[in-house]
């Protein structure tokens, strides 16, 4: 049996955490996790008991020095990775790119028209990390992308609004900004906020923040804050998200996005 958290979803949790923590997310049938049950409350006796308890600037330094314990992967082994942790669930056989929603054969991974892609969610340029071994291949915001989707996107930054993307699964695009597929507004939220808690300038790269605007070029920022905060919260983590944080954390790097686990930490710190 796969190892898939309780769902806390931030509004449930205010309202009735006491009933939620003995509720079960489904689990799903692909890839390598390990045969354990868990819950959120495991996780916060553990893994997350030095940041329970704590908000604002305080939270936010707990889980930076919680998560910052990885293991890094080089740019080439990513391929393999998210051949993993973004298996189809009906097709072990393919993978589902993060944009467009389609599944495709893991087998098409590569550059050309047709093949999916290694998508920084977080956009490199934003801070200038590249590909480097860190920002630039930490898989908590790599995702496989269709090439041309992920071309349309490039390093815009995230908001509502613009025309339809080919292709694109209903995701939007404008001059400055990319609104992805309503299924991943959420998921892409919480990639943004893991990057902005997990590289906070101390380990040799830029100081990654989210902030209040678009169109932020080169800047290690990336916005829109208040529209990512609202994708938070209307698109929940999911049995795939928390599937894929499961599959991360036991497989590959042994680290957690904290806000898949916690969307209510996001409100906390921001």
Request: charged fraction near 25%; charge should be negative.
């Amino acid at each position: 049996m796969l190892l898939i958290r309780t769902r806390r979803r931030k509004a449930a949790a205010l309202a009735a955490a006491a009933v939620l923590a003995g509720l079960a997310a489904p689990s799903l049938t692909a890839s390598p996790a390990t045969a354990t049950t868990t819950t959120n409350s495991d996780y916060d006796a553990t893994y997350y008991k030095d940041a329970v308890g704590k908000t604002g600037t305080s939270l936010k330094s707990s889980l930076h020095t919680i998560i910052s314990d990885q293991t890094k992967l080089s740019y080439s082994a990513v391929w393999d990775a998210l051949k993993a942790t973004d298996e189809d669930p009906d097709d072990s056989g393919n993978v589902i790119l993060l944009y467009s929603g389609v599944s495709r054969s893991k087998s098409l991974n590569g550059g050309d028209t047709g093949d999916w892609n290694r998508e920084h969610v977080w956009a490199k340029s934003h801070g200038d990390f590249g590909t480097s071994t860190g920002p630039g291949t930490d898989i908590h915001h790599l995702r496989p992308s269709d090439v041309r989707v992920n071309s349309v996107r490039g390093n815009k930054d995230f908001d509502n609004g613009g025309s339809a993307v080919s292709e694109g699964g209903g995701s939007l695009t404008d001059s400055d900004s990319f609104e992805p597929r309503d299924a991943v507004k959420g998921d892409v939220a919480r990639m943004i906020f893991y990057m902005a808690v997990r590289y906070e300038g101390g380990d040799g790269f830029a100081d990654l923040e989210v902030n209040g605007q678009v169109d932020n070029g080169s800047n290690p920022y990336i916005g829109k804050l208040s529209v990512l905060k609202a994708w938070n919260d209307e698109d929940p983590p999911d049995p795939f998200e928390e599937h894929r944080n499961q599959v991360i954390y036991d497989n590959y790097q042994h680290n957690r996005n904290p806000f898949v686990d916690h969307p209510e930490w996001v409100e906390s710190i921001w």
